[in-house]
Each structure stands twice: as C-alpha cells, then as structure tokens.
T-cell receptor, first 118, second 114 residues
Framework: AQSVAQPEDQVNVAEGNPLTVKCTYS??????LFWYVQYPNRGLQFLLKYITGDNLVKGSYGFEAEFNKSQTSFHLKKPSALVSDSALYFCAVRDPLSIKAAGNKLTFGGGTRVLVKP | NAGVTQTPKFQVLKTGQSMTLQCAQD?????MSWYRQDPGMGLRLIHY???????DQGEVPNGYNVSRSTTEDFPLRLLSAAPSQTSVYFC?????????????FGAGTRLSVL
C-alpha cells in the first residue's frame, strides 16, 4: 500500500527566507507525486506535480519541488517566502501501477502548516 | 466557470439523523471523489467514481453511500450520522483524459454531529 509522510506539523519562517516543506513517500513502482495548498476556509489547490523527467519541477506561485528517488522524497521549496504563503500544504502520491478502474486515487500526507512571519 | 461546487458549507446534525452532501462540477470530468479531512490525518478517501453509474469504496467508506446518476453530480449520503463523522468533507473531480493527474477541489462542507 502506498503512503506519504510529512514529518513536520508546522514550519515557521521569516518573510524573505527560504521555505522547505518535507515529504517522503512509499509506493511500489515509480510514483506520481503532487503538492497541494489549502488556504483558510478553502478547498485544496494544485501546486505542482512530478510524473517523469527532470527531478526539479516548477509550479505555481514560485514554488518548486525536487524528486529524489534514492531518498524517496519530494520536498517543496520556495527561495523567498511571502506572508501570503502561510497555508496548509499537502503532499500526495498516486501509484501509476494501480488498475485503471481505480481512476486517480490519491494518498495524502497529514499536512504541514506553514507560517510566514513579516 | 464554477468548477466544483459543494453545498451546504456548514451543517449541524444530531446523532442518527440523515443528510446528503451535494457536489456538482461543470468541467465534464469523469472522475469524482469524496474525502474527509481530520486534523493531522490529511485527507482520506471515502468513495470515488470513474463515470456515471460507476462507484467504488475508498479508504474509509463505512457510514457513507454515494451514487453517480449523471456526470455532473456526485452526492454523499450519511444514513445515520455519528459523532465520529464530524469532519470537513471535500469533493474533488478530475479528467481521466486531459491533465488527468490534477484534481480540482470544492470549498468543503464543515459537518458537526452532536
């Protein structure tokens, strides 16, 4: 069974400093990996994905993530955090070997709350 | 473009009551799903559907029913609400053809069962 771990419940960072949100995964085969962001009282919004190709993927709002197969990690990064980046971030994985009938089932991590202070 | 619309936004139920959470999408997506969000547990899949007339169970299906009579709608029914079902519920949809790995989420329904 696939699983996702986000080891930090909360990350605090000063505005302008680099931001990293950690994610590790467990899945059979090559994973499809995703990051979603949830702002207060809103649904989740897609940030970026890794399917294949370059290990460094770029997404919305200046975020990027690095896929590391040997460490089974997919950490989310932003070079310079903004106060408006304060939100709940979720890492998710889809097993591409899952049968087609299962559609686009995702397994989510527990979420990491990011607080960017001015 | 409305995307994924969930109603109601908030609901309070008494134990044993039934209700239906509504979800509609206007993107002609084949795949729709329901998740519940609980603190520290991320989102857990309740039920999903890959098309009209086809539904299947997710990770935590007990106490919930779904049906998919049209492409647009995917209601979630609680037959006899229990306090353990207090949660925030999200509906999501995605295409199985184009951009098939991106899911679009509704704004959520916050449910309290007393």
């Amino acid at each position: 069974a696939q699983s996702v771990a986000q080891p930090e419940d909360q990350v605090n960072v000063a505005e302008g400093n680099p931001l990293t949100v950690k994610c590790t995964y467990s899945v059979s085969g090559n994973p499809y990996l995703f990051w979603y962001v949830q702002y207060p009282n809103r649904g989740l919004q897609f940030l970026l994905k890794y399917i294949t190709g370059d290990n460094l993927v770029k997404g919305s709002y200046g975020f990027e993530a690095e896929f590391n197969k040997s460490q089974t990690s997919f950490h989310l990064k932003k070079p310079s955090a903004l106060v408006s980046d304060s939100a709940l971030y979720f890492c998710a994985v889809r097993d591409p070997l899952s049968i087609k009938a299962a559609g686009n089932k995702l397994t989510f991590g527990g979420g990491t709350r990011v607080l960017v202070k001015p | 473009n409305a995307g994924v619309t969930q109603t109601p936004k908030f609901q309070v139920l008494k134990t044993g009551q039934s209700m239906t959470l509504q979800c509609a999408q206007d993107m002609n997506h084949e795949y729709m799903s329901w998740y519940r969000q609980d603190p520290g547990m991320g989102l857990r899949l309740i039920h999903y559907s890959v098309g009209a007339g086809i539904t299947d169970q997710g990770e935590v299906p007990n106490g919930y029913n779904v049906s998919r009579s049209t492409t647009e709608d995917f209601p979630l029914r609680l037959l006899s609400a229990a306090p353990s079902q207090t949660s925030v519920y999200f509906c999501a949809s995605s295409s199985l053809m184009r951009d098939k790995n991106i899911q679009y989420f509704g704004a959520g329904t916050r449910l309290s069962v007393l």
